[in-house]
């Protein structure tokens, strides 16, 4: 079993869709969560950070469900700009964070 | 401030050469880390440090070298280039963890 898995997609969703992006953590002594964006040919960008209580950046949403290991991000609205590649990314307790294989999204006019 | 800087964009060795990639970033980080991305796999990391002359091994380290003489140099040195190395290869740096870190634009290599 992968350490942090996502399902790879695509996503194709019209503009002004809301989707959302699941990604489940098998270490359950992970203290920080975070989801990149990544597009193509480029470096992956942080996003935003997961905190336990749940976080919102505009229209992008993100929860934290502990008690079964699985990350979400939600976005409203979606934008043709809002293309790309998202990735998972969750620390294994110690310096090191494991990436997931990331979930490709495309927005549709 | 440029951030996290590599060189080269691009490289193809042949099999058996050695060469090493370049990382540097100006924001005075303390933790910088080298990844490598396949399709279908994800970033896995290679060798990560969280100081000037520390380093440590990550998920795939054999084939590489690093080490850490500045705060602001993290270079990756591949020994004996094999064909299962190429890939994208991405420098990082967080202030002190390896949390929210900054990656730098990617070395695209090709081993023949």
């Known amino acids: 079993r992968k350490e942090v898995e996502q399902d790879p997609g695509p996503f194709n969703v019209p503009e002004g869709a809301t989707v959302a992006f699941n990604c489940t953590y098998s270490n359950s002594a992970s203290q920080s969560f975070f989801w990149y964006r990544q597009d193509c040919r480029k470096e992956p960008k942080l996003l935003m950070s997961v905190y336990s209580s749940g976080n919102e950046d505009g229209r992008f949403t993100a929860q934290l469900n502990r008690a079964s290991q699985y990350i979400s991000l939600l976005i409203r609205d979606s934008k043709l700009s809002d293309s790309a590649t998202y990735l998972c990314?969750?620390?294994?307790?110690?310096?090191?964070?494991?990436f997931g294989g990331g979930t490709r999204l495309m927005v549709k006019p | 401030n440029a951030g996290v800087t590599q060189t080269p964009k691009f490289q193809v060795l042949k099999t058996g050469q050695s060469m090493t990639l370049q990382c540097a970033q100006d924001?005075?980080?303390?933790?910088m880390s080298w990844y490598r991305q396949d399709p279908g796999m994800g970033l896995r990391l290679i060798h990560y440090s969280v100081g000037a002359g520390i380093t440590d091994q990550g998920e795939v380290p054999n084939g590489y070298n690093v080490s850490r003489s500045t705060t602001e140099d993290f270079p990756l040195r591949l020994l004996s280039a094999a064909p299962s190395q190429t890939s994208v290869y991405f420098c990082?740096?967080?202030?002190?963890?390896?949390?929210?870190?900054?990656f730098g634009p990617g070395t695209r290599l090709t081993v023949l």
């Open positions: 924001m005075n980080h303390e933790y």
């Open positions: 990314v969750v620390d294994n307790a110690g310096n090191m964070l494991t």
């Open positions: 990082a740096s967080s202030p002190d963890s390896p949390n929210e870190q900054f």
